[in-house]
């Protein structure tokens, strides 16, 4: 029975690692190991019990490998040799040359990072997202560093209780187990950087983590240096707490990371708030350059929003941050007030209406009006993020919004299975590993015989089923149950059937309980002895989330079914542990959200990677990714209404009975249907290049960082002069355009135009004072829609040819490339960016009339 002495004198015992296994320590603090297996494979030979026992953790276990265990490995050559190896794979990634990236530097800010299980501070794709941005980072050498919150409690782990609702616990994580170290100053000091609240200052100590060649930043204010109790906490649990909690620990995010990359001498070139928690950040670094550069407040939006990218991943209002006034003001209004910045002024960076002083902050807003870079996380989420956010630029068409996209991605290396890395070996060039963008080099699966291919997944899933057995006699055991439930529970599944997987948040959106809509057409597809199907379902709701809960235990109570028991099992307590093990062992995998609610999901990406086929809605990623899958879509490319759960359910049962099931039953010679074959190659080789995070990475580098970072080049290269004399012009701009007015317009060709031929478009306008250059006139050009509204549109600009009197003509000659019915419309907004993905929220627009 554990007991309390004070004062406790703290210190650690580790074992002396032998000279020839110095480097031990070193591989284990940096997370490198978790997707390179030589040096994992490493840890597991030390002590394959210790190992499971110790959560895969390998600071951990050098924390409880006894002495002898040790000394027993130093001197057994063939333990030696895979050290050598180990060491070998781990000075490959890190010593290899970084190309000159112009003193680049991005910051990445997140809420959440989904590193390893072992680093508990994720909940779930968001932040396994940017654990694999992280690691791919590393893998291209792109100058990057993390930072997050380094939460004491992490989030929730799951258990059901006898009746299958879900119960939250919280573990208590130990920062010295796990593969962080303080952050330390030249003089070998731990630093700590400080944020104001109203109950006084918090101090934030800095801990830091490699992932490979990235360096990682966490925040924690569990310090005792912090005598009040709700100061500790900030930092304890991720997503707990109210309101209250939320502003207090985004303050530390933004405001405190902001001051931890500072305090390391660290000088980000571009700053990448993942999600709007960190948008904080932007305001601080208003702040600095007010102090620092002498500059206005609008002069330092202006220098600052240049290198600042906005990722947002949500596709609904509900799901944004938004924080009342009052709230605001209680903890940032003497912040305000000390950096002189007017209070409105902030909160309208922040409000949908910026003189609309009842509107709540969104941190989403915030982080839009001080980023020149936005982007939604797949193709047709940069569509519904355009039109969700368009009311921000009001006279703009929906398709012109400036944001862009960038389609998530995962890490190859961290989600591959270790049975199909080997084949791969055996089949592809060698060099397959660092070639993940190359065709050539993933068209070399269609060589893989199908009785290899179909051992090595046949493998997966007998080591799945194995899997779900374990954890599903624990939870029973934990829960006392009684014999017969133990038996059931070590008997589930059946190795020949075909499994279906479905793993993801609780949020109802997310439809998990579409599949049960008709229970007993589902059972005679389940329960057909001939050719049986089974499905393993697993996923936590948000602990306030009811109904979410509701449909965990509703699916739980309908896995007990006497007829379904073996054929249906939900796994507790999903983590990326679980998401593993189903992504690499299921036969197909399930996904059901409302269309344009899935920002983009990953976890098809995954199981497509491992030869799983994909049964999902035409959503997120998979919008992109179907034709060329080898899967199957459930409904069409069309906005999502409830009529469409019953249809969507029927489409569900309907293709499983018709195509699937006896495609994947028709074995052939090999015992895999050629067909399925087939469609796995298909969805491997197009799939794998497209959807690894490397390749997402390189998108967000050529698309979003390498122009914020020459952005900041230039304005600091002229000590920010330009920012100077951008805000003096945008404050005349606006002054003058209600002014602006079009004069007269060109007339419309009298009749039909030949294809082929040029047709004048010509506007005069009224500038007020303003210069020609002032203002960019612009032809939008279009096929007219049955609504009378253009659609198929392309931007052209009008050059100004003369000016009179302060009236300005803007002409040109436009060659239509489509025919039929076509017209244009002709508008002016103030020429203030070069990039109309940067148009500010505050751009002005008038159309003609």
């Given at each position: 029975?554990?007991?309390?002495?004070?004062?406790?004198?703290?210190?650690?015992?580790?074992?002396?690692?032998?000279?020839q296994?110095?480097?031990?320590?070193?591989?284990?603090?940096?997370i490198?190991?978790?997707?390179?297996p030589?040096?994992?494979?490493?840890?597991?030979?030390l002590?394959?019990?210790?190992?499971?026992?110790?959560?895969?953790?390998?600071v951990?276990?050098l924390?409880?490998?006894?002495?002898?265990?040790?000394d027993?490995?130093?001197?057994?050559?063939?333990?030696?040799?895979?050290?050598?190896?180990?060491?070998?794979?781990?000075?490959s990634?890190?010593?290899?040359?970084?190309t000159?990236?112009?003193?680049?530097?991005?910051?990445y800010f997140?809420?959440?990072?989904?590193l390893?299980?072992c680093v508990?501070v994720y909940?779930?794709?968001?932040?396994?997202?940017s654990?694999?941005?992280?690691?791919?980072?590393?893998?291209?050498d792109?100058?990057?560093v993390?930072v997050?919150?380094?939460?004491?409690l992490?989030?929730?782990?799951q258990?059901?209780?006898?009746?299958?609702?879900q119960?939250?616990?919280?573990?208590?994580?130990?920062f010295f187990?796990l593969?962080?170290?303080?952050a330390?100053?030249?003089?070998?000091?731990?630093?700590?950087?400080?944020?104001q609240?109203?109950?006084?200052?918090?101090?934030?100590?800095?801990?830091?983590?490699?992932?490979g060649r990235?360096?990682m930043?966490f925040l924690?204010t569990?310090?005792?240096?912090?005598?009040?109790?709700?100061d500790?906490?900030?930092?304890?649990?991720?997503?707990?707490?109210?309101?209250?909690?939320r502003?207090?620990?985004?303050?530390?995010?933004?405001?405190?990371?902001?001051r931890?990359?500072e305090a390391?001498?660290l000088?980000?070139?571009?700053?990448?708030?993942?999600e709007?928690?960190?948008?904080f950040?932007?305001?601080?670094?208003?702040?600095?350059?007010?102090?620092?550069?002498?500059?206005?407040?609008?002069?330092?939006?202006?220098?600052?929003?240049v290198?600042n990218?906005?990722?947002t991943?949500?596709?609904?209002?509900?799901?944004?941050?938004?924080?009342?006034?009052?709230?605001?003001?209680?903890?940032?209004?003497?912040?305000?007030?000390?950096?002189?910045?007017?209070?409105?002024?902030?909160m309208?960076?922040?409000?949908?209406?910026?003189?609309?002083?009842?509107e709540s902050?969104?941190?989403?807003i915030?982080?839009?009006?001080?980023s020149?870079?936005?982007?939604g996380?797949s193709?047709?989420?940069?569509?519904?993020?355009?039109?969700?956010?368009?009311g921000?630029?009001?006279?703009?068409?929906?398709?012109?919004?400036?944001?862009?996209?960038v389609?998530?991605?995962?890490?190859?290396?961290?989600w591959?299975?270790?049975?199909?890395?080997?084949?791969?070996?055996q089949?592809?060039e060698?060099?397959?590993?660092?070639?993940?963008?190359?065709?050539?080099?993933?068209?070399?699966?269609?060589d893989?015989?199908?009785?290899?291919m179909?051992e090595?997944?046949?493998?997966?899933?007998?080591?799945?089923?194995?899997?779900?057995?374990?954890?599903?006699?624990?939870?029973?055991?934990?829960?006392?149950a009684?014999p017969?439930?133990?038996?059931?529970?070590?008997e589930?599944?059946?190795?020949?059937?075909?499994?279906?997987?479905f793993?993801?948040?609780?949020?109802?959106y997310?439809?998990?309980?579409?599949?049960?809509?008709?229970?007993?057409?589902?059972?005679?597809?389940?329960?057909?002895?001939?050719?049986?199907?089974?499905?393993?379902?697993?996923?936590?709701?948000?602990?306030?989330?009811?109904p979410?809960?509701?449909?965990?235990r509703?699916?739980?109570?309908?896995?007990?079914?006497t007829?379904?028991?073996?054929?249906l099992?939900?796994?507790?307590?999903?983590d990326?542990?679980v998401?593993?093990?189903?992504?690499q062992?299921?036969?197909?995998?399930?996904?059901?959200?409302?269309?344009?609610?899935?920002?983009?999901?990953?976890?098809?990406?995954?199981?497509a990677?491992n030869?799983?086929?994909?049964?999902?809605?035409?959503?997120?990623?998979?919008?992109?990714?179907?034709?060329v899958?080898g899967?199957?879509?459930?409904?069409?490319?069309?906005?999502?209404s409830?009529?469409?759960?019953?249809?969507?359910?029927?489409?569900?049962?309907?293709?499983?009975?018709?195509?699937?099931?006896?495609?994947?039953?028709?074995?052939?010679?090999g015992?895999l249907?050629?067909?399925?074959?087939?469609?796995?190659?298909?969805s491997?080789?197009?799939?794998?290049p497209?959807?690894?995070?490397?390749?997402?990475?390189?998108?967000?580098?050529?698309?979003?960082?390498?122009?914020?970072h020459r952005?900041?080049?230039e304005?600091r290269?002229?000590?920010?002069?330009?920012a100077?004399v951008?805000?003096?012009?945008?404050?005349?701009?606006?002054?003058?355009?209600p002014?602006?007015?079009?004069v007269?317009?060109?007339?419309a060709?009298?009749?039909?135009?030949?294809?082929?031929?040029?047709?004048?478009?010509?506007?005069?306008?009224?500038l007020?004072?303003?210069?020609?250059?002032?203002?960019?006139?612009?032809?939008?050009?279009?096929?007219?829609?049955?609504?009378?509204?253009?659609?198929?549109?392309?931007?052209?600009?009008?050059?100004?040819?003369?000016?009179?009197?302060?009236?300005?003509?803007f002409?040109?000659?436009?060659?239509?490339?489509?025919?039929?019915?076509?017209?244009?419309?002709?508008r002016?907004s103030?020429?203030?960016?070069?990039?109309p993905?940067?148009?500010?929220?505050?751009s002005?627009?008038?159309?003609?009339?």
């Open positions: 029975m554990p007991f309390t002495i004070q004062p406790i004198r703290e210190f650690v015992v580790r074992p002396a690692l032998p000279p296994l110095s480097r031990l320590s070193e591989l284990a603090y940096n490198l190991w978790s997707w390179e030589a040096i994992r494979t490493l840890f597991r030979r002590d394959s019990a210790l190992w499971k026992e110790c959560g895969n953790n390998p951990v276990m924390g409880r490998v006894s002495q002898s265990t040790l027993k490995a130093a001197l057994d050559p063939r333990y030696l040799a895979q050290y050598y190896l180990a060491c070998q794979r781990f000075d990634h890190m010593k290899r040359e970084r000159d990236s112009g003193h680049q530097l991005i910051a997140s809420a959440e990072y989904g390893t299980e508990p909940s779930g794709g968001l932040g396994v997202l654990g694999d941005h992280m690691k791919s980072a590393s893998d291209l792109l100058p990057l993390g997050g919150l380094l939460y004491q992490g989030y929730f782990r258990y059901l209780n006898a009746d299958g609702w119960q939250e616990r919280y573990l208590e994580n130990d187990a593969p962080v170290h303080p330390l100053n030249a003089q070998n000091e731990a630093i700590s950087v400080s944020v609240l109203p109950s006084g200052p918090v101090k934030i100590r800095v801990w830091t983590m490699d992932v990235v360096r930043l924690d569990n310090s005792p240096e912090n005598s009040r109790a709700e500790r906490a900030i930092t304890s649990q991720l997503y707990g707490g109210d309101s209250d909690m502003i207090r620990q985004e303050i530390v995010l933004g405001i405190g990371g902001l931890a990359l390391l001498g000088q980000p070139t571009v700053f990448h708030m993942n709007g928690h960190s948008a950040l932007a305001i601080e670094r208003i702040r600095l350059f007010m102090e620092r550069q002498g500059l206005t407040f609008e002069e330092a939006l202006e220098a600052t929003r290198n990218v906005f990722t991943h949500t596709p609904v209002p509900a799901g944004i941050d938004l924080f009342d006034q009052g709230l605001v003001f209680h903890y940032l209004g003497a912040y305000c007030r000390d950096a002189k910045i007017a209070f409105e002024k902030f309208g960076l922040g409000r949908r209406n910026s003189q609309d002083e009842g902050l969104s941190m989403a915030l982080a839009l009006n001080t020149a870079y936005r982007n996380v193709k047709l989420h940069g569509e519904v993020s355009q039109e969700m956010w368009n921000l630029w009001p006279s703009l068409p929906v398709a012109e919004t400036p944001i862009t996209w389609t998530n991605g995962v890490h190859l290396p961290s591959l299975n270790g049975d199909l890395s080997d084949l791969y070996d089949y592809l060698p060099d397959w590993r660092n070639r993940w963008n190359d065709p050539s080099v993933w068209a070399q699966i269609k893989i015989p199908d009785e290899e179909g090595v997944h046949r493998r997966r899933k007998r080591r799945l089923i194995a899997f779900v057995r374990e954890r599903q006699t624990a939870a029973a055991a934990r829960r006392k009684g017969a439930e133990l038996r059931f529970a070590a589930v599944l059946d190795p020949h059937a075909l499994t279906i997987g793993a993801r948040r609780f949020a109802t997310k439809r998990a309980t579409l599949l049960f809509r008709d229970v007993e057409r589902l059972k005679k597809i389940l329960c057909n002895p001939e050719r049986p199907v089974q499905i393993i379902i697993a996923g936590k709701a948000h602990p306030k989330d009811q979410g809960k509701s449909f965990i509703e699916i739980v109570q309908l896995s007990r079914d007829d379904l028991w073996k054929r099992v939900f796994v507790e307590d999903y990326m542990k998401a593993r093990e189903l992504v062992g299921v036969d197909l995998w399930l996904n059901t959200p409302r269309r344009g609610e899935e920002a983009c999901g990953t976890s098809g990406m995954k199981a990677m030869g799983v086929l994909n049964l999902s809605v035409l959503d997120g990623w998979f919008d992109e990714a179907f034709e899958s899967g199957w879509a459930i409904g069409d490319r069309e906005e999502y409830e009529d469409q759960d019953a249809i969507h359910a029927s489409n569900i049962y309907s293709v499983l009975e018709r195509e699937i099931v006896p495609m994947f039953f028709a074995q052939s010679q015992g249907s050629s067909e399925w074959a087939r469609r796995v190659r298909m491997m080789v197009n799939l794998t497209s959807f690894d995070a490397r390749r997402m990475v390189h998108d967000y580098r050529v698309k979003l960082y390498d122009p914020a952005n900041w080049e304005v290269a002229k000590n920010f002069e330009d100077r951008r805000a003096k012009w945008n404050s005349r701009v606006r002054e003058i355009w002014q602006v007015t079009f007269e317009m060109g007339p060709p009298a009749g039909p135009v030949v294809s082929g031929k040029p047709v004048m478009v010509r506007a005069s306008l009224w007020a004072g303003l210069k020609p250059d002032d203002v960019r006139v612009e032809c939008v050009l279009g096929r007219i829609g049955i609504n009378g509204s253009l659609e198929v549109t392309e931007v052209i600009q009008l050059p100004s040819t003369e000016t009179r009197n302060d009236v300005s003509v002409e040109k000659e436009i060659v239509p490339a489509q025919t039929g019915r076509l017209g244009y419309a002709v002016v103030a020429n203030h960016f070069s990039d993905l940067t148009r500010p929220v505050t002005l627009l008038k159309w003609s009339v």
